[in-house]
């Protein structure tokens, strides 16, 4: 077994049993032959504390979910996996992910079972922070279809996202094409004053610090620090707009 399957198999808590540790834990024994790592029967004793393997897991089946969402997975879509895998978790183990993904992919997947055992144990930054990177996968070629963020909102819904949490997650990847995009960035109407922009602002950067996922390791934790910009261009973007001081 290679080096990820082996950190991300042992690494799990609450991931190890339910739909997850055993889609997990099909691919990889089916990719490396090793029969310990697909048993969901492990009693359940572990921490219902989020684990970055847990994190990590459960980005791989999500992923799945929004890839297979229009019936067809692309190799020119997994060009694309492969190069998010590289830059938000290096390049050490993307390949192996890869390969892991590609057994996923290869299985039925509930993706409301998924979501709702997601639910039950993540807190609330960490599936903000997980929304977020099905986001990244599904605008990384510049192109989204109906299907896949269709996907994505179902998701949300379990997770209890709201309708303005969700398009202010989706907002950054579609500022070419919606001028209210920082105001929904925000979480606020366009009809906002100055003051309540920078009350929003406070608030979103609160919300969105990278310290709220730092438990889930350096990786995570730099991923969300995108989050974080985006907030901050959005405070700027209509600080210019409106020469707020």
């Known amino acids: 077994m ?18 997850i540790g055993a889609i997990i834990g099909f691919a990889i024994g089916s990719l490396f032959g090793d029969s310990s790592t697909t048993s969901t029967k492990r009693a359940q004793t572990y921490s219902r504390q989020t684990t970055e393997s847990n994190f990590k897991a ?3 089946v999500m992923m799945a979910c929004v890839m297979k969402a229009d019936g067809t997975v692309q190799k020119a879509e997994l060009n694309v996996v492969k190069r998010f895998l ?14 892991i993904l590609k057994k996923i992919l290869n299985q039925p997947i509930n993706e409301v079972e998924v979501a709702q055992q997601i639910n039950f144990y993540m807190n609330y930054s960490a599936k903000l ?3 977020r990177l099905l986001f990244d996968i599904a605008y990384a070629d510049g192109e989204v279809n109906i299907a896949e963020l269709q996907v994505i909102q179902r998701i949300s819904g379990v997770f209890n996202i709201s309708h303005t949490e969700f398009e202010s997650l989706k907002a950054p990847y579609i500022k070419h094409v919606d001028v209210n995009w920082a105001y929904k960035a925000l ?8 003051d309540e922009i920078k009350k929003a602002y406070r608030r979103m ?14 990786d995570i934790k730099k991923s969300a620090t995108e989050k974080f910009r985006d907030v901050n261009e959005a405070y700027e973007h209509l600080k210019k707009q409106r020469g707020i001081i």
């Open 2 to 19: 290679g080096n990820f399957a082996k950190w991300i198999g042992g690494g799990l808590g609450w991931a190890f049993g339910g739909p």
């Open 58 to 60: 459960s980005l791989l």
């Open 86 to 99: 590289v830059s938000n978790f290096g390049e050490e183990g993307a390949l192996e992910a890869l390969q």
């Open 129 to 131: 922070q997980l929304i």
């Open 187 to 194: 979480e606020i109407q366009s009809t906002a004053t100055d």
């Open 205 to 218: 950067a609160m919300k969105y610090h990278p310290d709220k996922v730092a438990s889930l390791g350096d």
